[in-house]
């Protein structure tokens, strides 16, 4: 894939700065339309004179971790097809985040990634990265369904949902985990699969690299996802405490991994996804705190810790994209 001058032109001068722009234009909107910001401004306020501060910074510091972690993921996924260091792992992965942002989904996010590929591995990245996140909704799946069982009783007798659709939710969701399981450690069997369709040599190079996941990389892919799913439940219960969210860690744990299973299942752009992560969260953590501003403040806490920081970060990487162009210039 071989960038031509206008590309590079339009990636070097006007992708970079339109998307931090719209980025910042976007934040702005959403954050505008929150309702209790006044209260959100002087919980944080007040936790900046208490003991209450290491929470902020402890979920500031963790998402640096999260998206270490993710880096990691990625850098370990490529290195079949491109040795990447830590640090350009970790711009990608951000820039990635700042084009996902926009996107339904979080597609977006692929494209940023491969503008820090060499020139010939950059559609190879895109499957590969795939494979990344087919891990992480594994997990996500996975812990959603064990939360739905332990939460079942409690989630019908609040009448948030009927009995029938619980069960058809939950068989749906172990059926949807078994299928991506099985997927997800036969992934020879696709590029097999492809190799024999009609035709299929001129696009056969864009999954063959996928032949070089064994079941150890797998699981070390699935170990990592599930690290990063860890450090999320840790920020939500951190940020519960600072809002005054009475609640066991259990609870939390629990009832964000069900809100995460619910979000995964729902598409959705994520600039504009604070309400409506705000409303699944109180949803189900109301099950077991009736404190619904503690729950939104800590909502649109992690929306801007987690994603809005890091794609600011990311869109005044790509303004530096031009440096990253003329360093992959070498064919792999």
């Known amino acids: 894939m071989k960038l031509n001058k206008n590309t590079k032109i339009f990636v070097n001068y006007f992708l970079g700065p339109l998307l931090f722009v719209w980025l910042s234009w976007s934040i702005y909107r959403q954050i505008k339309s929150q309702p209790g910001l006044e209260q959100a401004w002087q919980s ?21 971790l999260n998206w270490s972690i993710e880096a990691i993921k990625w850098r370990i996924s490529i290195r079949a097809i491109q040795q990447v260091s830590f640090f350009k792992a970790l711009q990608a992965v951000l820039s990635g985040v700042s084009f996902a942002v926009s996107t339904p989904n979080r597609m977006g996010e692929y494209l940023g990634r491969v503008l820090y590929m060499n020139e010939g591995s950059r559609l190879k990245t895109i499957s590969i990265t795939i494979v990344g996140s087919i891990s992480q909704l594994i997990i996500t799946l996975l812990m959603g369904f064990i939360g739905l069982l332990l939460l079942k009783n409690r989630i019908l007798t609040q009448g948030l949902i009927a009995a029938m659709w619980m069960n058809v939710i939950i068989y749906g969701v172990l059926a949807a985990i078994i299928f991506l399981t099985l997927f997800y450690f036969r992934l020879s069997w696709l590029v097999k699969w492809v190799d024999r369709l009609p035709g299929s040599q001129r696009f056969s190079y864009l999954i063959n690299a996928l032949e070089d996941f064994n079941a150890t990389l797998l699981l070390k892919l699935l170990s990592l996802s599930l690290l990063r799913f860890a450090v999320f439940i840790v ?18 744990f629990w009832t964000v991994s069900v809100s995460f299973l619910v979000m995964a299942v729902i598409p959705t752009i994520a600039i504009a996804e604070l309400a409506q992560r705000g409303k699944i969260l109180i949803a189900i953590v109301s099950l077991f705190s009736a404190n619904e501003l503690g729950i939104t403040l800590a909502t649109a806490s992690i929306w801007f810790i987690n994603l809005i920081i890091p794609a600011v970060v990311g869109s005044i990487l790509i303004l530096k994209i031009k440096k990253i162009l003329k360093g992959n210039n070498e064919k792999v």
């Open 44 to 64: 944080i306020s007040a936790s900046l004179g208490s003991i209450k501060l290491f929470n902020l910074v402890a979920v500031v510091l963790l998402m640096i």
């Open 235 to 252: 920020q939500y219960y951190m940020l519960f405490s600072l809002f005054g969210v009475e609640i066991l860690w259990w609870q939390a």
